[in-house]
């Protein structure tokens, strides 16, 4: 069974910190993705990584990078924290199918939920 | 760009009561179709997928859904719920050409005793 584990379950960091949230998965695969959940609005991509050292921008990528120098790890990067990032924060992982490059099932993990004070 | 709708944001039932979400999609083509469910404190799972063939999909935990390609929907059903049932669902879509999938904002189902 895929396991996608992200490194904590609650954080808490102050305003202008640089902040990483860790993510790992054991599937070997391709696919990594960032969310950020928040009540009524759903699921919303912040950035994605096709291969080691690839990124590609979500919906909302502002104030946040990410960095993928190996395939089982992706991280995210809050550059300099700001309160309207207290969220929640899924990471998941899917196979990349070449044939038709067709959005796979996606694992999640746990969720980060992390507060900015 | 790919949007997905999610008819009811909550949704209240007593156990035994028959269930279905709505999801329409905006975007045509060939598309992956996707639900999930969270529950209370987990994360989410995947309840059921379609990629292609037969319409009527079925799921885990009794759940189905049907995808209507004319009416770019696909809708989640449960014929009994239970209180068990209790969680977050959230419908998602990939587009071909595309890794990544689109979600609805999601729908709260509270099921009482």
């Known amino acids: 069974d895929v396991k996608v584990t992200q490194s904590s379950r609650y954080l808490v960091k102050r305003t202008g910190e640089k902040v990483f949230l860790e993510c790992v998965q054991d599937?070997?695969?391709?696919?990594m993705f960032w969310y950020r959940q928040d009540p009524g609005l759903g699921l919303r991509l912040i950035y994605f990584s096709y291969d080691v050292k690839m990124k590609e921008k979500g919906d909302i990528p502002e104030g946040y990078s990410v960095s993928r120098e190996k395939k089982e790890r992706f991280s995210l990067i809050l550059e300099s924290a700001s309160t309207n990032q207290t969220s929640m924060y899924l990471c998941a992982s899917s196979l990349f199918v070449r044939t038709g490059r067709f959005g796979q099932p996606q694992h999640f993990g746990d969720g980060t939920r992390l507060s900015i004070l | 760009a790919q949007s997905v709708s999610q008819h009811n944001h909550h949704v209240i039932l007593s156990e035994a009561a028959s269930l279905e979400l709505g999801c329409n999609y905006s975007?045509?083509?060939?598309?992956?179709l996707f639900w999930y469910v969270q529950y209370p404190g987990q994360h989410l799972q995947l309840l059921l997928k379609?990629?292609?063939?037969?319409?009527l999909v079925k799921g885990i935990k009794g759940f189905e859904a049907e995808f209507i390609k004319s009416k770019f929907s696909f809708n989640l059903r449960k014929p009994s719920v239970q209180w068990s049932d209790t969680a977050e669902y959230f419908c998602?879509?990939?587009?071909?050409?595309?890794?990544?999938?689109?979600f609805g904002k999601g729908t709260m189902l509270l099921v009482s005793p």
């Open positions: 998602a879509v990939a587009n071909s050409g595309y890794s990544t999938l689109t």
């Open positions: 975007y045509g083509g060939t598309v992956n």
């Open positions: 379609y990629f292609s063939g037969d319409p």
């Open positions: 599937m070997d695969h391709e696919n």
